[in-house]
């Protein structure tokens, strides 16, 4: 069963829009979820979130994450043609001795001017 | 579905030494599978791009011949560190697809965690 889900898997919007995209989890030893953003070759980084309740904020972006209801938020607001991408959620924890990273399917993002 | 494995999930190993990590999509025929290192602050950094039968391409900066890259079939693609050295201690990541091209999507194996002694 998949451990990191996210939803919508795909969104069309226009320019100036505000989306949200989520992502629910379900791992013991829960370490951090990590948020993502893939154009073309690696993912770039965006977030990386521990605590419950905390908002991480980085220019349009933002995130926040819900450890009691296992969920975490994307957040852009005035979306812009340059925000269409794959945006992928990771959830890392532990188990048997070693650290694991599951990524989501993503959720493909397009922004249309 | 499009499950990714890799194998093994940690490692530790002396300075000098090979270590081989595999790849396998379990469910689906990659056409293309990616090898991620991880850096400091969750970055990660692609290092080859690997299509069934033939040699892999390397990004700029990765060392091909200390990256042995290998994907001898559909389903799966090792990635061998040779010579291992402290410094690639690191928690490397692979993927896979089935759609060439960008954008596409891509599956990632749970990772695997080398520690070089």
């Given at each position: 069963?998949?451990?990191?889900?996210?939803?919508?898997?795909?969104?069309?919007?226009?320019?100036?829009?505000?989306?949200t995209l989520n992502c629910s989890y379900e791992v013991t030893n829960f370490r951090s979820l990590l948020w993502y953003k893939q154009e073309k070759k690696a993912p770039t980084f965006l977030f990386m979130l521990t605590s419950s309740g905390i908002e991480k904020k980085s220019g349009r972006l933002s995130s926040i994450l819900d450890k009691k209801e296992l969920f975490s938020i994307l957040n852009i607001t005035a979306t812009q043609t340059?925000?269409?991408a794959v945006y992928l959620c990771a959830v890392e924890f532990a188990q048997g001795g070693s650290e694991k990273l599951v990524f989501g399917k993503g959720t493909k993002l397009t922004v249309n001017p | 579905g499009a499950v990714v494995s890799q194998h093994p999930s940690r490692v530790i190993c002396k300075s000098g030494t090979s270590v081989k990590i595999e790849c396998r999509s379990l469910d689906f025929q990659a056409t293309t599978m990616f090898w991620y290192r991880q850096f400091p602050k969750q970055s990660l950094m692609l290092m080859a791009t690997s299509n069934e039968g033939s040699k892999a391409t390397y990004e700029q900066g990765v060392e091909k011949d200390k990256f042995l890259i290998n994907h001898a079939s559909l389903?799966?693609?090792?990635?061998?560190?040779t010579s291992a050295h402290p410094e690639d201690s690191s928690f490397y990541i692979c993927s896979a697809t089935v759609i060439a091209g960008v954008p596409y999507e891509q599956y990632f194996g749970p990772g695997t965690r080398l520690t070089v002694t």
């Amino acid at each position: 069963e998949d451990k990191v889900v996210q939803s919508p898997l795909s969104l069309v919007v226009h320019e100036g829009d505000t989306v949200t995209l989520n992502c629910s989890y379900e791992v013991t030893n829960f370490r951090s979820l990590l948020w993502y953003k893939q154009e073309k070759k690696a993912p770039t980084f965006l977030f990386m979130l521990t605590s419950s309740g905390i908002e991480k904020k980085s220019g349009r972006l933002s995130s926040i994450l819900d450890k009691k209801e296992l969920f975490s938020i994307l957040n852009i607001t005035a979306t812009q043609t340059g925000d269409s991408a794959v945006y992928l959620c990771a959830v890392e924890f532990a188990q048997g001795g070693s650290e694991k990273l599951v990524f989501g399917k993503g959720t493909k993002l397009t922004v249309n001017p | 579905g499009a499950v990714v494995s890799q194998h093994p999930s940690r490692v530790i190993c002396k300075s000098g030494t090979s270590v081989k990590i595999e790849c396998r999509s379990l469910d689906f025929q990659a056409t293309t599978m990616f090898w991620y290192r991880q850096f400091p602050k969750q970055s990660l950094m692609l290092m080859a791009t690997s299509n069934e039968g033939s040699k892999a391409t390397y990004e700029q900066g990765v060392e091909k011949d200390k990256f042995l890259i290998n994907h001898a079939s559909l389903t799966l693609s090792t990635l061998t560190v040779t010579s291992a050295h402290p410094e690639d201690s690191s928690f490397y990541i692979c993927s896979a697809t089935v759609i060439a091209g960008v954008p596409y999507e891509q599956y990632f194996g749970p990772g695997t965690r080398l520690t070089v002694t």
